[in-house]
């Protein structure tokens, strides 16, 4: 992400299911059609043909040759059920648009289950070492001999009480046996091994990239400055790809030079959370404090050699108009004015602190549910989606602005009007007023679930 002297730059979110890679996601079976995006990354090696479903639904999609797959689910949090055939692996909870699944995310952290879910899935395979880069399951069937009740991750912890359980897999060269009892896991008669250590560093380098994801969520539209050596390089837009939560990019930057053409993107590596931009430059996370809005990093210097800088939220406006458009003059200046508006207008401003800490959430109000969701582009504006009663989604967004000076109000695409009362951000709930078919004036709550 360097800017001006090539800070940081990109954040990768592709993903893949047991994987080590990046990559798309094709979709293979029924999705939402609206709704947030999830990008899912199981890692233990690539898999291909491994299948993610949303806990208690059809919409499924199996992990590509890159080990990625991608769901479109209508709001966050969901659990994600991961299956092999007709075993399912286990569950695992999706609070962001980036999910990254290992198998000591579906053992809770426990390294002895992880082990035993790794080492089932190179089983399949007959990979035997537990070392194969690559395990393609669209190549095999599995045979169970008997149904489970349960998912493999439950069975497993009943640790030296574990049952027997045999499974076939049939491929191009026969019928082989997998077997999971007190003692491990066996692909015929043969102990199947697997280590941990490797997949325990990627874990933690994809928490670190799950938090990036959240912080590119959570200050999109904010604007940013770089700082190397402690001074101030160059502020710009941090701006998220509508069409893609895992990808964003730099606008309005005070160096035009600075602007990002297309967007960024960033993915795990051997060495850490890898960032690469359009000219190839390249950057490495170091941290994310996601509640001081800031990011360290390294990045490559035009010596070779490491540069370290922080990217940091600007919660109080500033940003230097030199070298900037008229358009984007105009922009930062209307941005600005609104800034300079919430910072003296408390309930307006708990206003735009609801909308963006509710965002994707399912909120009631009178007899209807909905899912609430702030415009990304513009944080005065938000819509209703999904809402039981079809009458009452939004079609355009509905804006927020101040009226004489210090009243909250809220106008929809239809013309209705109404007025905020008071804001509670510890209980989810929005007091508003507004008319009724009669033109009579009525108070509301707005909810969160």
């Known amino acids: 992400m360097r800017k001006t002297l090539s800070l940081l730059t990109a954040v990768v979110l592709s993903a893949g299911l047991f994987s080590c890679g990046g990559g ?11 709704g947030e995006r999830v990008i899912a990354k199981v890692e233990a090696s690539i898999v291909k043909g491994a299948t993610v479903c949303v806990e208690n639904t059809n919409i499924c999609n199996q992990t590509d040759d890159n080990g990625t797959v991608s769901l479109q689910v ?3 949090p969901v659990n994600l059920t991961v299956k092999v055939g007709d075993v399912v692996l286990g569950d695992v909870e999706a609070d962001s648009p980036y999910v990254p699944i290992t198998p000591l995310d579906i053992a809770g952290g426990n390294n002895q289950l992880a082990e035993k879910i790794g080492a089932f899935i190179h089983a399949l395979a007959g990979d035997v070492n537990g070392t194969a880069h690559k395990i393609d399951l ?4 599995v045979n169970l001999k008997e149904n489970l009740n349960k998912p493999l991750v439950e069975i497993l912890k009943s640790g030296n009480n574990t049952e027997s359980l045999s499974i076939e897999v049939e491929n191009d060269e026969g019928v082989h046996t997998v077997e999971i009892d007190e003692f491990g896991i066996k692909h015929d008669e043969e102990v199947v091994q697997y280590d941990i250590s490797n997949i325990q560093m990627l874990s933690n380098y994809e ?9 590119v969520f959570k200050y999109n539209g904010k604007t940013v400055a770089f700082y190397d050596f402690e001074e101030q390089n160059s502020t710009c837009i941090l701006r998220v790809n509508p069409a893609n939560p895992l990808q964003f990019k730099f606008t309005n930057c005070s160096n035009p030079d600075d602007n990002d053409s297309t967007w960024e993107t960033a993915f795990v590596d051997k060495d850490g959370v890898k960032i690469v931009d359009e000219d190839g430059l390249v950057s490495y996370l170091l941290d994310v404090d996601l509640k001081d809005g800031e990011v360290k990093y390294k990045t490559e210097g035009e010596n070779g050699n490491w540069i370290t800088g922080e990217l940091v939220v600007m919660h109080n406006y500033q940003e230097s108009q030199q070298n900037q458009t008229e358009e984007q003059f105009q922009e930062n200046e209307t941005y600005q004015q609104n800034w300079e508006e919430i910072s003296n207008n408390t309930l307006l401003e708990k206003t735009i602190e609801f909308l963006e800490e509710y965002s994707g959430k399912k909120v009631s109000f009178g007899d209807d549910t909905c899912l609430l969701k702030i415009n990304p582009e513009n944080p005065y504006q938000f819509k209703f989606t999904n809402c039981l009663n079809p009458d009452d ?7 927020i602005s101040l009226e004489s000076g210090d009243i909250v109000k809220i106008e929809d695409e239809d013309g209705a009007v109404a007025y905020v009362l008071e804001v509670n951000l510890e209980e989810g709930k929005l007091k508003y007023k507004t008319q009724n078919e009669n033109g009579e004036w009525y108070t509301g709550w707005l909810v969160v679930e």
């Open 74 to 76: 209508s709001h966050l």
């Open 207 to 215: 928490k670190m990239l799950r938090q990036f994801v959240k912080f």
């Open 24 to 34: 798309g996601g094709d979709e293979s079976s029924s999705t939402s059609s609206s």
């Open 393 to 399: 989604n939004d079609w355009d967004w509905e804006n």
């Open 138 to 141: 669209t190549k095999i069937k």
